[in-house]
């Protein structure tokens, strides 16, 4: 982060060894390369860590690079079909960091607002659609990246607070509702990205749906921090009130405490009072699961584990924080039974 330019002891070969180990579970290798280059040469990992660890950071940056020109790609695509998109996480959020190829980027997440149906029509006739879900269906396009196609950003389990969360994110889209903006040779651009504010409460929404889920790691935090580093001062009143609204004020007060203990945000960044009852649960939460849940043994699958066994293994994980977040917790189960009978209705079984 920039923050410090050594650490408070010299680490092992063994305590370098756990770092790495971590940092790679955690989806931060290219992140925390930077910070161990800026370290004196006495406290540098062994040179058999420290060449492993920036080979994998430049493979880091290639794939940023990819997915760029693959962003360029999907913007002539969307052209063809005479649709508009705005790119969700990946290299829109690496564009906050101080060195965007170093942010581990994942899937290509786009946003089309369309009619479900109109969106599978038009990508179908081209390319293999599969796993339609509520928010989303992956698309082959690529050999080297999957793309997920978006017919909402993301969901809250609680049928109300989603209602107004999808009002929210259809108002405050940042695709334009008619073409009027242009670049700079005249041609009508096709992808856009989010504001500040749109950040603020997609990606907040994206991180409590997760961490209910199947779990939440450093990245995501990480990438917070960027975004409230974004924010302008005097949008933070407005985000923190929709926040509330929406039903994540609890989450969004664990989460400022967990950016101020691991990143440590300046608390003029901060939304709200840190919550030091659900920040601490959180945050060792995260050092334990890893990126998304990744070493969280309640997600992993027994041998010949059938759907109930699943739908109820996943239940067991999201109830385990029912006490700290009841209003979503308890509309988990039927939000899922209800996700089933609607995918089986429409065939996407």
Request: aromatic share 10%.
């Amino acid at each position: 982060m920039g923050r410090a330019s050594s650490l408070e002891k010299d680490p092992t070969t063994e305590t370098w060894h756990k770092l790495y180990v971590m940092a790679r579970q955690q989806a931060l290798l290219g992140v925390l390369n930077v910070g161990v280059h800026r370290l004196p040469a006495h406290q540098l990992p062994p040179e058999h860590i420290l060449s492993e660890w920036d080979a994998l950071t430049s493979r880091i940056g290639e794939r940023y690079e990819r997915h760029e020109r693959q962003t360029e790609e999907l913007e002539r695509i969307l052209r063809r079909l005479g649709l508009r998109g705005c790119i969700l996480k990946g290299t829109g959020l690496a564009r906050l960091y101080p060195e965007p190829c170093r942010r581990h980027c994942g899937d290509i997440d786009l946003w089309v607002q369309a009619p479900r149906r109109a969106l599978l029509d038009a990508f179908s006739a081209e390319y293999h659609v599969h796993d339609v879900i509520y928010q989303e269906c992956k698309v082959d396009i690529f050999g080297n990246s999957d793309v997920e196609l978006h017919f909402h950003p993301t969901k809250l389990y609680n049928p109300f607070c989603n209602a107004r969360l999808q009002r929210w994110l259809e108002r405050n889209s940042p695709i334009p509702a008619s073409s009027h903006s242009e670049r700079s040779e005249g041609i009508s651009p096709a992808i856009f990205y989010p504001s500040a504010e749109f950040n603020a409460v997609f990606c907040m929404a994206h991180m409590y749906r997760h961490y209910l889920t199947g779990g939440l790691g450093l990245r995501q935090m990480m990438d917070y921090y960027y975004v409230l580093k974004d924010l302008p001062e005097e949008r933070r009143g407005a985000v923190m009130q929709t926040l509330k609204r929406l039903g994540m004020g609890r989450f969004t007060a664990a989460t400022m405490l967990a950016l101020r203990y691991n990143f440590g945000l300046e608390e003029e960044y901060l939304l709200c009072e840190p919550d030091r009852k659900r920040g601490p649960r959180l945050i060792e939460d995260m050092i334990h699961a890893g990126n998304f849940g990744v070493l969280d043994k309640r997600n992993r699958a027994a041998d010949g584990e059938r759907k109930l066994g699943r739908f109820l293994r996943r239940n067991r994980r999201t109830f385990s924080l029912l006490r700290y977040y009841p209003r979503e917790v308890l509309w988990a189960p039927l939000s899922r039974i209800s996700q089933y009978f609607w995918r089986l209705s429409q065939g996407y079984l």
